[in-house]
């Protein structure tokens, strides 16, 4: 359909131009077989014309034959067509998608970002990308006329698929990036439509899935990026033995689990988690969570999991004894409702954290916008930059062949973020220094160090080795693998799933390679 519209354009140009051609040859032979006439040579015909079309009217050639009058009147009728459609077209260009595919055009070199819909994540994305890079180019698929807000940033709205724009890059510089930032939009979204055959990066939001779904195609979940960044930022502490959850939607799952996963910080250890909300799907999932945590009943020797089935305001006594209340309803506004239900009629001993998408003054806050649609959240090079250390490190120490990190399934790519995530506790723990969020070369170094000084001890290695089965068999076990004489992915079996006590001293030894890993890992860093 495009292309048989530019060719109807074609043959308009070429019949106005044999039009134009017409007129002045008409106009230079009855001109110049007069001898009085001022139009003498073709050139002053074009003169003529070009003065009379355009309106400008110097007066300095006139015809004066009838022939010649008849054709003036003709370019004088025709000057205020001209004139209009030029006008036309200047505006139409400038309201129209011809002035932002120009501006694209000059803009080639630059990091395109692309964003199908603007909305409030998209938009806070954008601003952090635009921040984080000085050569961003960012680019809404829709028109400008539809949104009331302005950005705070340079954009380009252009109502185009994302093949034209890909088409207008054409392979200069980095790859196009295209986010999908409606939940599911991958199955929904008509510009999603064979983005997978594109020379583009595509980041899509999505409430279950892989983390990939072919070679160009990465899923995010924002329940996930606010469970990691919460964890991150508030990380629990040895004092803390007793966790309240209110909300079991998508954000209070993901919460647990990654509590689940990473929160490992001493093998005396006795947490407390209590859950408010429906967790029967949750429990018939993860069957064999009964073998690692007590279930639905307290313990002093090992973490518990307990699942309230009535609402939480029936259990006043759990809420005053808790040492962190974690309010992560899905419905914000009903979040808030509880939270000031429980500063106004509760005596809270412990913290109370709220999910909320915007700060609040004097409220402890997480998975705020501006913290969860980062690049470093949504591209997740970042944030994953320990995990693909410590694959890239693995298969370097092996002489069979590995998987890049790309190739991996989601299985053992969330092995490896697990196991980078817990390199985080691990220097907390060496440094005994609750307040680092992030890995950084100088940190790892000081902890290794410590790691290095304290081994020759053969308690404290004991300590190391049990601390690390710990967090494996946890992440094995979550994953409803079983314990069994040798190791098989396809019926999720492995000799090691049992006690630290049960295991041959070489499967002990084994231990050692994570807290190992963090020499290698301080030299990357660096």
Known sequence: MLKGRKNTYVYLIIIVILIYIGLLTILYYSESTNSDAMIQTLGDAIWYSLVTLTTVGYGDLIPVTPIGHAVGIIFLLLSAGIMV????????????????????????????????????????????????????????????????????YPCIYLSASPERIVAKKKNTGTRCKIFLMKENDIGSNSRAVNLHE??????????????KLSGNINFFHSYECCARQYWRSRPLCRHENMIVLIGFGNYGLSILERAILTNIISIEQHVAYHIFGDAEEFLAIHEHLGEIFSLNKESKTEDSLIFHNETWTKNRSVLERADRIIICEDNEEDGWGIFWTLNRYYKISGRIDLRSSRRAPEVSCFGVNEDIYTSQQIIRTGLNKAAIMINELFRRSVSYPTLEWDELDDLHRQSKIVAADHLLMKTRILLDDETITELTADSVKKAYDKYCNTKSSAATKEMYRKLDHMRWLRFYTFYNWRNGPYRDDTIRQHPMLRPYEELTEEQRRERDAAWELMGSIFTELE
Do not use: C
Request: glycine share 8%; no cysteine; aromatic share 14%.
């Open 85 to 152: 459609t030029m006008l036309g077209a200047v505006v139409s260009f400038i309201t129209s998608e011809g002035l932002p595919f120009f501006m694209l055009g000059l803009q080639r070199h630059k990091n395109w970002y692309y964003f199908a819909d603007y909305g409030v994540e998209s938009n806070t994305l954008a601003a952090n990308i635009y921040k984080e890079d000085a050569d961003a180019l960012i680019i809404y698929g829709e028109r400008r006329s539809n949104q009331s807000e302005i950005p705070n």
């Open 198 to 211: 594109l020379p583009v990066e595509v980041y899509a939001r999505t409430t279950n899935g892989q983390d």
